[in-house]
């Protein structure tokens, strides 16, 4: 990459599109040393879609029902999103399990957010599971993709309490309103070289981290990591 260029993104999204918007606005305000140059989705009907075409970029529906077996579909999803030459893919609710090939491909290139604090409570159903083992707090965690389901080396956390009287719909507003803020934040890492993965660890700032930064609200739009 050129010096002074910004970090090609590819983006693959699901549902809503919460957290892409959240990197789109924070590339539009130079709070982020990156592009997103395309959005990619298993979904024709995501949301995302519409907002990465509302902000003018690429956006592409890849549908698993047109490929014969989730093998083909991953490939034909690694070769779409290798085709942009993205120096990092950012997943942002994409509800669909990758496969190792592609993993691999884009190994140390490859982020996720995770919607409780890793390693507690991967997978799906997270607020819920929080809210029936009574935990008294819960956060948001970035981590480098590897071939383990929500496994790979964590990067950051933040946390927030579990309020009395918390159901899992009101717990998962407030988490997302954590993983908008700390998303863009990790993505700069990256973007401007503090941010790597190697040797299976996550590095910042030529340190292996030995535990996740952790990273607290500042104010509603700034964060700050320690």
Avoid: C
Avoid at 196 to 216: Q, S, T, Y
């Amino acid at each position: 990459m050129i010096e002074g260029e910004r970090l090609p993104l590819v983006v693959l999204a699901s549902g809503r599109g919460s957290n892409l918007q959240a990197i789109i606005d924070a590339a539009a305000d130079g709070r982020l040393a990156a592009r997103i140059a395309a959005v990619v989705s298993d979904r024709a009907d995501a949301l995302a879609l519409q907002r990465a075409r509302e902000a003018g970029i690429f956006a592409q529906a890849l549908l698993p029902r047109d490929f014969p077996d989730p093998a083909a579909y991953d490939a034909a999803l690694a070769a779409s999103v290798g085709s942009h030459r993205p120096g990092l893919v950012v997943l942002a609710g994409f509800m669909r399990i990758i496969g190792g090939g592609f993993v691999r491909r884009f190994t140390g290139r490859m982020l996720n957010i995770h919607p409780s604090l890793l390693p507690k409570y991967p997978g799906l159903d997270t607020h819920r599971r929080v809210l029936e083992a009574g935990e008294r707090e819960t956060g948001a965690s970035v981590h480098f993709v590897t071939e383990a389901v929500d496994a790979g080396p964590l990067i950051a956390r933040a946390r927030l309490p579990v309020r009395p009287g918390d159901t899992a719909q009101t717990l998962a507003a407030r988490v997302l309103e954590f993983e908008h803020l700390i998303y863009p934040q990790v993505i700069d890492w990256f973007a401007t070289g503090r941010l790597r993965m190697r040797d299976g660890r996550a590095w910042l700032d030529g340190r292996a981290l030995d535990k996740p930064i952790a990273i607290r609200l500042k104010h509603t739009s700034q964060v700050a990591a320690s």
